[in-house]
């Protein structure tokens, strides 16, 4: 059984959760259980089915290899036609008949193969690189965009060891999940990164999934719990870090900003991993209820900083208000206001999980911003929401954190949903010394 929260720790159990498996077996029956346990009923904006859901289920795997590719009584694809039908469309940089494939979008969607992009920068010792497989100007708009849209490698150049961070929009996790993974493992870790920056398969390292709606099909309820009816195992999210992967990640949940800033300050000193003579690295996901400015240390040039970001007066402000790019069957550069149309989406279908907001520009080689990606869900009248770092550093989490909160007030100022929880993802967390 589930433990509850202590008295300190958000109320509802709508997320994040953590689930720390070896491989996907244990780990599909742990998110299934703890979807059915504690998902909401939400109905889809697409094709008006019933789910239960819940916010930021991340799946972190410590030996993909270790188990079969599929979990056990699946429901989903058979390994057979996953390996000789879905395989490919990872790898093919065609989409044929289909409004999109994950292998176009990683090597041609933007011009050019991002996982090649990715693969120079950590051969020349990046420690991270992420492609990014949103396209704003297109899939705001489009009835059909890619589920995955953030690739995140991180490399451990003293183990020769690569892993993989992939954040995923929406996730059907009885039925879709484990085959993206699949994918993700056997063609964007191993195939394109890991045997080329260390001349070994056995350099791919860790998966970890972010599924900001990780949801079922109440059509798929019944099927699911006769697949699971004998399952007595399943993963813990609080089993022993494992210091060969990656340092974390660690879940903290709490109400108030500064009980998440204690909190973390032990989290780092206790599990944070040294990468260099002057940097400590820990992959962090906290959970932040509450936020105002009373909060921070510095509010006037934090709040100056998230306002210009906002109206669009900084390099990040401007791709967030003004980003170019071109649609998919289309030569012609537009332009879009990504946080006028969040705020549209807000105000017409709020039930969404299409409402994203991504910095970065893939046409034009732009992956040099953070956040990576923010998404957000109206429920229970707030605005959930989802943000990805990458390699942020301690002391600006109070800015991180204002930036976030800023853009939630913008994108639901006039509507009836109000500013809610925050789930921080920093992968990873930074501190130097």
């Known amino acids: 059984m589930l433990s509850d929260f202590s008295q300190s720790e958000p109320r509802d159990f709508f997320g994040p959760y953590l689930i720390r498996s070896r491989n996907i077996n244990l780990a599909w029956r742990t998110y299934i259980n703890t979807i059915l346990k504690r998902g909401i009923p939400v109905i889809t904006e697409d094709k008006r089915q019933s789910t239960k859901e819940t916010f930021c289920s991340t799946v972190h795997l410590t030996d993909y290899e ?12 058979s390994t057979d036609v996953v390996m000789e039908q879905y395989i490919p469309q990872y790898i093919s940089d065609s989409r044929g008949t289909h409004t999109y494939t994950y292998g ?14 990715a693969l120079e920068e950590l051969k020349h010792g990046a420690t991270s690189a992420f492609c990014q497989f949103w396209n704003p100007v297109e899939d705001l708009y489009s009835p059909n965009p890619p589920c995955i849209n953030i690739v995140l490698y991180y490399a451990d150049h003293q183990n020769e ?8 929009r929406s996730n ?13 493992n056997e063609i964007f870790l191993k195939h394109d990164v890991a045997m080329d920056l260390f001349g070994s398969k056995h350099s791919a390292g860790t998966l970890t999934s972010i599924s900001c709606s990780a949801h079922v099909y109440d ?25 060969f992967t990656i340092p974390g990640p660690v879940l903290l949940r709490n109400t108030h900003y500064h009980s998440i800033m204690a909190e973390l300050e032990h989290k780092l000193e206790k599990y944070s991993t040294k990468v260099s003579e002057k940097k400590k690295h820990l992959f962090v ?6 936020f105002d400015e009373t909060d921070g240390e510095n509010s006037t040039a934090l709040k100056r900083f998230a306002e210009d ?19 998919d069957n289309k030569d012609e550069w537009i332009s879009i206001d990504q946080l006028a149309h969040v705020k549209k989406k807000i105000e017409k279908k709020p039930e969404s999980r299409r409402i994203i907001i991504t910095p970065n520009n893939p046409f034009k080689k732009d992956f040099s911003l953070n956040p990576l990606i923010v998404q957000i869900l109206p429920r229970f009248g707030k605005a959930y929401t989802a943000a990805l770092f990458r390699e942020y550093d301690f002391k600006d989490i109070e800015k991180a954190v204002y930036l976030i909160r800023k853009i939630q ?23 130097k010394f």
């Open 66 to 77: 270790s188990g079969e590719k599929l979990p056990s009584n699946y429901i989903g694809l």
């Open 104 to 117: 176009w979008c990683m090597r041609k969607r933007f011009g050019h193969d991002q996982s090649r992009f």
């Open 161 to 168: 060891k690569v892993h993989i961070i992939v954040f995923i």
């Open 172 to 184: 059907d996790m009885g039925r879709a999940h484990s085959e993206d993974l699949v994918g993700i």
């Open 219 to 243: 059509t798929a309820v019944e099927t699911i719990e006769k697949a699971t009816k004998f399952s007595i195992s399943l993963a813990s999210s609080a089993q022993k870090i494992n210091e």
């Open 285 to 290: 996901i906290f959970r932040l209820e509450d």
């Open 309 to 327: 970001t906002v109206n669009g007066k900084n390099h990040l402000g401007k791709n967030l208000r003004r980003f170019e790019g071109k649609p």
């Open 409 to 431: 007030e913008k994108v639901v100022a006039g509507t009836q949903i109000r500013p809610g929880p925050i789930a921080m993802y920093l992968f990873p967390l930074v501190t």
